[in-house]
């Protein structure tokens, strides 16, 4: 008796779970993630949060150059540029010592990454 609770309580956990990975994939309008540019809309977020500490031969970002497309390209495929932006673990959470990008930045830097990173 008691373990067919659990089991519809387990249903109804991993059901919200569902919905709450639906939400991801049909994001709210005001946010427009369709044909992200690289240069229109992913270098002003690195511009405005990640390059003053990640540039061509800057110690303070560890080493790592985000700066120009191939740079940045080689982050975004090795999954380091998604998982530090969404401080999933495994990944230095970023921008480092400061609060977490918006959403809708979040979810452009995803897309584009998800479109092959393209240099257009
Ligand atoms: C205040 C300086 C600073 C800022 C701003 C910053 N980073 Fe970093 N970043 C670092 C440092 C330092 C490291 C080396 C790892 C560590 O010390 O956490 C790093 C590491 C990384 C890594 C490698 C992470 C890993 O786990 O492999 C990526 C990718 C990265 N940063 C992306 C970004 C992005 C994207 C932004 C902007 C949203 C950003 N960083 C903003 C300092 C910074």
């Not at 991993?14 to 919905?19: H, Q, R, V």
């Not at 946010?31 to 990640?54: E, G, K, R, W």
């Not at 998982?83 to 584009?112: N, Q, Y």
């Amino acid at each position: 008796m008691y373990s067919k609770v659990a089991v519809v309580l387990l249903f109804l956990a991993l059901a919200g779970c569902y919905y709450d990975s639906e939400e991801d994939l049909y994001p709210p309008v005001s946010c427009d993630t369709s044909n992200i540019s690289y240069s229109l809309d992913i270098v002003p977020i690195m511009a405005t949060s990640c390059l003053n500490c990640h540039f061509n031969g800057s110690s303070i970002g560890g080493g790592l150059n985000l700066e120009g497309h191939a740079a940045l390209k080689a982050s975004a495929e090795n999954g380091s540029l998604v998982g530090s932006v969404t401080h999933a673990s495994g990944f230095s959470a970023m921008p480092k010592d400061a609060s977490k990008l918006d959403e809708c930045k979040i979810r452009k830097i995803k897309a584009w990454v998800q479109a092959g990173s393209p240099d257009n």
